[in-house]
């Protein structure tokens, strides 16, 4: 009798990952309300969630609105793959940055946020895709940001509006050194020293409106 009922428990924990499974591939606009709905049902299911579901939701448009809940169902003990934070970085959704915001409160101050995570954010080819990677050194006022981060936020159409949320967020410690110009005039097409003085423009114009 044990054995059956242990049988029909795993077979529900199995059915119940599948409906929510297929519940975070939701696009509509109130998702969040039904995935929160559905989560509150599920509090026997607690640390159950898996990561293809956490990867499905962190690509979702309107993930934003239910990942931290989703969260909360994989343990608190439960680091985020760094596949999942990969692809919450390529989300190009306009409140894709509190995904990440989620994943980064969640994994605490300790996180170390891998340099390719911030590589891929900083190419993030969404109109609102800067605002990840300022989401990540906001938080993480320690981070390192490297040239090689820099140099991938030059192959970024709205290279521009990245460069101004590196500048808001970290200032003058932004790197613009010559392998830094030098991406930046192949990838974006000035030379060298016109990109210097744009991206120094840029930077005096972000100071004396932020800092």
């Known amino acids: 009798m044990s054995g059956l009922l242990e049988r029909l428990q795993e077979e529900q924990s199995r059915i119940v990952r599948e409906v929510l499974k297929l519940g975070v591939e939701v696009t509509g606009f109130d998702v969040d309300e039904i995935i929160s709905d559905f989560l509150e049902r599920l509090e026997a299911e607690r640390g159950r969630v898996t990561k293809e579901v956490l990867k499905i939701a962190a690509a979702n448009p309107k993930g934003g609105g239910f990942f931290k809940g989703l969260l909360e169902y994989t343990g608190n003990n439960s680091a985020v793959p760094e596949e999942v934070i990969m692809t919450a970085a390529r989300n190009t959704d306009r409140y894709a940055y509190l995904i990440m915001k989620s994943i980064l409160d969640h994994q605490g101050e300790g996180f170390l946020v891998p340099e390719e995570v911030l590589k891929e954010a900083a190419v993030n080819s969404g109109e609102w895709g800067y605002k990840i990677i300022e989401t990540i050194l906001e938080e993480r ?7 090689e981060v820099v140099k991938e936020v030059t192959k970024h159409a709205n290279w521009e509006d990245m460069f101004d949320a590196l500048f808001r967020v ?13 991406a930046a005039a192949e990838n974006i097409g000035e030379d060298e020293t016109r990109m210097m003085e744009i991206l120094c423009q840029n930077r005096q114009r972000i100071a004396d409106r932020f800092w």
Do not use: A, M, Q, T
Request: charged letters at 35%; aromatic letters at 0%; proline letters at 5%.
């Open 141 to 147: 006022e320690s981070l390192v940001l490297s040239e």
């Open 170 to 182: 970290r200032g003058e410690s932004v790197p613009l050194s010559k392998e830094v110009l030098k």
